[in-house]
């Protein structure tokens, strides 16, 4: 079962293994640019990397549930303990055993990528209404990139030397600092 399944997932990387290797100058081919959109950026791509990302740790922790299962179920007997605290003499678990591992683990991640594609729509919708349109905030520009500074501004070339006269902020614009303290 194990192997028919790492048969499975093994055949895309083995057609894209033997199409680089067909072509005697297969290194010497330009590097196409990546799209805008990966493939694990997509709904069916974090689905399929969520799913199989998170069956060794289904795999794992349903193993553990179902030896606790046996232990309970064979009312506490030492030969049927759980994982960390199993002798040597405990019975090996049987094919039909495996395969209920197995299955149990895949449909728990298989649940687990389901629960995230029918919650990531409505998670996305709120970041997009606390950033306003954009899925994700921008960096802040860069220094001097940008930015525009309350007050005159006069024109490149222009100065007071060219004719032009500069006139004083106006107060309250935070262009000109006050020489008070506060509280006067």
């Known amino acids: 079962m194990i192997l028919a ?14 199409e680089a290797g067909s072509s005697p100058s297969a290194s010497a081919l330009p590097v196409s640019p990546p799209t805008d ?3 694990t950026q997509t709904p069916l791509g974090r689905f399929e990397t969520i799913a199989v990302g998170s069956f060794p740790i289904a795999f794992f922790y349903f193993g553990i549930g179902f030896d606790l299962g046996s232990y309970f179920s064979h009312g506490f007997d030492p030969l049927y303990a759980p994982w960390p605290f199993k002798s040597d003499r405990a019975p090996a678990p049987s094919d039909s055993d ?4 197995i299955l149990g ?3 728990i991640s298989l649940g687990l990528a389901s629960l995230d ?4 729509p409505g998670a996305d919708k709120r970041r997009r209404v606390a950033h306003g349109t954009e899925a994700f905030p921008q960096p802040p520009p860069q220094t001097g990139e940008g930015l525009s500074l309350p007050g005159p501004s006069s024109p490149p070339g222009g100065g007071p030397e060219d004719g032009a006269t500069a006139e004083p902020p106006q107060a309250g614009t935070g262009a000109q600092l006050d020489s ?3 509280g006067e």
């Open 5 to 18: 399944l790492a048969l499975c997932l093994s055949l895309p990387f083995a057609g894209a293994a033997q």
């Open 37 to 39: 959109l990966a493939f």
């Open 98 to 101: 495996k395969q209920v591992r």
């Open 105 to 107: 683990a895949a449909l």
């Open 117 to 120: 594609a029918l919650l990531r």
């Open 180 to 182: 008070k303290p506060f």
